[in-house]
C-alpha cells in the first residue's frame, strides 16, 4: 500500500455509467487521486470530458496491467461485467493492488480462487453486491424481520443494461433472511402451479425472487414480509447512481486496512 497521503486509485468499466461517476467521486475527494481508467471502449479519451467540463490528464487505456505498471496504484476499483471482472481482479491482486468490486455475476469456482490466492499471499479484496448505504441498511432490517416473519418475497428492480439476474443485491438479501428465519419448514410450502413457468420467480431457499429489466430504472428493491392479517415491506430506491459512491469511497479507504476476503458493505458499517 502507498503510504502517501492520498489514496491512488484506478478504475475499471471507466467508461460506464457507473465507472463515471466512481471516478468523478473518487477525483473529487481530498484524501483519493485518480491516476488510471480503463475500458476497452472510447480508448484515448481524457476522462475528465466525461466527469468534468475539462482535461485532467488521466486517458483512458485499454491495458490494465500495463496502467498498474505505470500508475502504481494503491486500489482498483472495478464496475465491469462478471466476464472481464476476474481477468481484472486477479491482475490487480498480482500486481499487489487491492480491488474493490461492485461487479456482480463471478462464478463459485471464480470466487474461491480469489480467495485462496488472497489467502496464500495475505493480500485482500473487497466486495459488495451493492454499494448504496441505504440498500445495506435494508438487508440488516430484513435480517431482523425474518426473525418474526418468515414469509417473504423480493422484487429486484435494474435499467435493461443489467444483464446478470437476480441481482446481487437480491441474492445477498435472501441468504442473510435465509440464515435469520430458524422458524421457517419448506415442508409447509404448497406445490405452485405454473401456468407460465417462471412467473413465480426465483427460489432461493424458498425465498421466491423477481428480476424486473426496464430501461428507466436505476437499482431498486423491495422485501415483502407476510403474516397473519398483515404484511411488512421495506424498499430501497436508487434514483442516480451518485447513491453508491459515499459506499465506494468508505470501501476504498477502509477495506484496505482489512485482512482476507470482504463481502458485504455492512463488514465496513458499525451496525
Same mark, same amino acid.
Given at each position: 500500500?502507498?503510504?502517501?497521503?492520498?489514496?491512488?486509485?484506478?478504475?475499471? +468499466? @471507466?467508461?460506464?455509467? =457507473?465507472?463515471? *461517476?466512481?471516478?468523478?467521486?473518487? $477525483?473529487?475527494?481530498?484524501?483519493?487521486?485518480?491516476?488510471?481508467?480503463?475500458?476497452?471502449?472510447?480508448?484515448?479519451?481524457?476522462?475528465?470530458?466525461?466527469?468534468?467540463?475539462?482535461?485532467?490528464?488521466?486517458?483512458?487505456?485499454?491495458?490494465?496491467?500495463?496502467?498498474?505498471?505505470?500508475?502504481?496504484?494503491?486500489?482498483?476499483?472495478?464496475?465491469?461485467?462478471?466476464?472481464?471482472?476476474?481477468?481484472?481482479?486477479?491482475?490487480?491482486?498480482?500486481?499487489?493492488?487491492?480491488?474493490?468490486?461492485?461487479?456482480?455475476?463471478?462464478?463459485?469456482?471464480?470466487?474461491?480462487?480469489?480467495?485462496?490466492?488472497?489467502?496464500?499471499?495475505?493480500?485482500?479484496?473487497?466486495?459488495?453486491?451493492?454499494?448504496?448505504? +441505504? @440498500?445495506?441498511?435494508? =438487508?440488516?432490517? *430484513?435480517?431482523?424481520?425474518?426473525? $418474526?416473519?418468515?414469509?417473504?418475497?423480493?422484487?429486484?428492480?435494474?435499467?435493461?443494461?443489467?444483464?446478470?439476474?437476480?441481482?446481487?443485491?437480491?441474492?445477498?438479501?435472501?441468504?442473510?433472511?435465509?440464515?435469520?428465519?430458524?422458524?421457517?419448514?419448506?415442508?409447509?410450502?404448497?406445490?405452485?402451479?405454473?401456468?407460465?413457468?417462471?412467473?413465480?420467480?426465483?427460489?432461493?431457499?424458498?425465498?421466491?425472487?423477481?428480476?424486473?429489466?426496464?430501461?428507466?430504472?436505476?437499482?431498486?428493491?423491495?422485501?415483502?414480509?407476510?403474516?397473519?392479517?398483515?404484511?411488512?415491506?421495506?424498499?430501497?430506491?436508487?434514483?442516480?447512481?451518485?447513491?453508491?459512491?459515499?459506499?465506494?469511497?468508505?470501501?476504498?479507504?477502509?477495506?484496505?486496512?482489512?485482512?482476507?476476503?470482504?463481502?458485504?458493505?455492512?463488514?465496513?458499517?458499525?451496525?
Amino acid at each position: 500500500m502507498n503510504t502517501g497521503k492520498k489514496i491512488r486509485v484506478v478504475v475499471t +468499466g @471507466a467508461a460506464g455509467k =457507473m465507472g463515471q *461517476a466512481v471516478m468523478k467521486g473518487v $477525483f473529487e475527494d481530498p484524501d483519493c487521486s485518480l491516476v488510471g481508467a480503463v475500458d476497452v471502449t472510447l480508448i484515448g479519451t481524457d476522462v475528465g470530458k466525461l466527469i468534468r467540463s475539462e482535461n485532467i490528464g488521466v486517458k483512458i487505456e485499454r491495458d490494465l496491467q500495463q496502467v498498474l505498471e505505470e500508475t502504481q496504484p494503491d486500489v482498483m476499483v472495478d464496475f465491469t461485467n462478471a466476464e472481464a471482472a476476474f481477468d481484472n481482479i486477479m491482475i490487480a491482486l498480482k500486481s499487489n493492488v487491492y480491488p474493490i468490486v461492485g461487479t456482480t455475476g463471478l462464478a463459485e469456482k471464480e470466487m474461491e480462487e480469489i480467495q485462496n490466492f488472497c489467502e496464500n499471499t495475505n493480500i485482500g479484496a473487497f466486495f459488495a453486491p451493492n454499494f448504496a448505504i +441505504g @440498500a445495506v441498511l435494508m =438487508m440488516q432490517c *430484513a435480517k431482523i424481520a425474518a426473525r $418474526f416473519l418468515p414469509d417473504v418475497e423480493i422484487i429486484e428492480l435494474h435499467h435493461d443494461k443489467k444483464l446478470d439476474s437476480p441481482s446481487g443485491t437480491a441474492l445477498r438479501t435472501a441468504e442473510l433472511i435465509a440464515l435469520e428465519r430458524n422458524s421457517y419448514s419448506k415442508d409447509t410450502e404448497q406445490k405452485l402451479i405454473e401456468r407460465l413457468e417462471g412467473c413465480r420467480g426465483g427460489d432461493l431457499e424458498g425465498i421466491h425472487i423477481h428480476s424486473v429489466r426496464l430501461p428507466g430504472l436505476v437499482a431498486h428493491q423491495e422485501v415483502v414480509f407476510g403474516g397473519l392479517g398483515q404484511t411488512f415491506s421495506i424498499r430501497h430506491d436508487s434514483i442516480s447512481r451518485e447513491s453508491f459512491i459515499p459506499g465506494v469511497l468508505l470501501a476504498i479507504k477502509e477495506a484496505p486496512k482489512r485482512k482476507g476476503v470482504i463481502i458485504g458493505l455492512e463488514n465496513l458499517m458499525d451496525i
